[in-house]
């Protein structure tokens, strides 16, 4: 048995786009480009890999698995729905026209077995992937996503102002920061000034 394709440098994909449908109708062809543009080069951290971001943050579980999900989405009729799991489509259901053409669930392991070590055992046996946010139910937005919840996530801690929580904030701002610098991304808002002196300390000092 020839093991699934985890890396391919030949694969280039590009979603696509205009009025044409490639699916039989658009809310299969939404999905079917959503997860091209989160393996698009101009997107994804490391496409080969089927890496949206995150270092291990997958689209679709291998190769395989991938031209396997956009063939079912090709082939989805209008009362019918899709099940991903993990990166991997293991089912057409007949649903109604009403009902969600695609339902998706990585990751998933019971509580007894729910650690990173049982997590990355089963991944690589080609059983499970790492979906991230919103890199395994394709809807990935760029950096733009990340930063917003880090960044009120990160300011709100250094509002409050212990001084452990403002030197963590500090560290989630400085990683924004080199995220935003490999992006390109620019913030569009002025950043407020520290509300308080140790905010203004940690952010100083740790720099």
């Not at 291998?62 to 989805?76: G, M, Q, S, V, Y």
């Not at 019971?110 to 395994?136: I, R």
């Not at 930063?147 to 990683?175: F, H, N, P």
Request: charged residues 20%; hydrophobic residues 40%; proline residues 6%.
């Amino acid at each position: 048995m020839t093991a699934p394709t985890r890396i391919d440098t030949t694969r280039v994909i590009h979603p696509p786009k205009g009025d044409k449908l490639s699916c039989k109708s658009w809310l299969t062809e939404a999905p079917y480009r959503m997860i091209q543009h989160n393996l698009d080069p101009g997107v994804a951290e490391n496409p080969a890999e089927l890496v949206v971001y995150g270092g291990i943050g997958r689209a679709a579980r291998n190769w395989e698995c991938f031209d396997a999900i956009l063939k079912a989405l090709r082939e989805l009729n209008d009362d019918e729905t899709l099940l991903v799991q993990s990166g991997k489509p293991v089912g057409v259901f007949r649903t109604h026209v009403d009902a969600p053409r695609v339902l998706i669930a990585n990751s998933n392991l019971v509580p007894a077995w729910a650690n990173w070590e049982h997590f990355h055992e089963l991944d690589k046996k080609g059983l499970m992937m790492y979906g991230q946010m919103t890199a395994g139910s394709w809807i990935y937005i760029g950096s733009q996503g990340i930063i917003q919840g880090t960044y009120e996530t990160s300011w709100k801690w250094a509002d409050r102002a212990t001084a452990a929580a403002s030197r963590a904030a500090g560290s989630l701002l400085r990683a924004l920061a080199a995220w935003a610098a490999r992006s390109r991304w620019r913030p569009a808002w002025p950043v407020p000034a520290a509300s308080t002196s140790s905010a203004s300390k940690a952010a100083s000092t740790s720099a």
